[in-house]
């Protein structure tokens, strides 16, 4: 069983920055695969970024070059740093891990993107 606290989300302006926060309880070590998604009403959840324990990374091409993702192994946290953020990213954002062929969820964090 994992457990995941996403945190960071909240109100901002277009082009400005938020830097999302998912804590794991358990070692990031032992998790094959975490990761961000997002969803907003009417529509599927969709993946915004995830990294394998091997540290490959992949991102939705509409974030590429806006986002990053990272880890910190000593917090067992994983990191979503999003820039130059638009209306359109506005979305729960999910934090998913991926351990023995099961997925987590964590309970999800809003991120909106308003002037």
């Known amino acids: 069983q994992v457990q995941l606290v996403e945190s960071g989300g909240g109100l901002v302006q277009p082009g400005g920055s938020l830097r999302l926060s998912c804590a794991a309880s358990?070692?990031?070590?032992?998790?094959?695969?975490t990761g961000w998604y997002r969803q907003t009403p009417g529509k599927e959840r969709e993946l915004v970024a995830g990294?394998?324990?091997?540290?490959?990374?992949d991102y939705a091409d509409s974030v590429k070059g806006r986002c990053a993702i990272s880890r910190d192994n000593a917090k067992n946290t994983v990191y979503l740093q999003m820039n130059s953020l638009k209306p359109e990213d506005t979305a729960v954002y999910y934090c998913?891990?991926?351990?023995?062929?099961?997925?987590?969820w964590g309970q999800g964090t809003q991120v909106t993107v308003s002037s």
């Open positions: 358990v070692s990031i070590f032992s998790i094959d695969y």
């Open positions: 998913i891990a991926r351990l023995q062929g099961s997925n987590y």
């Open positions: 990294v394998t324990r091997g540290g490959y990374t």
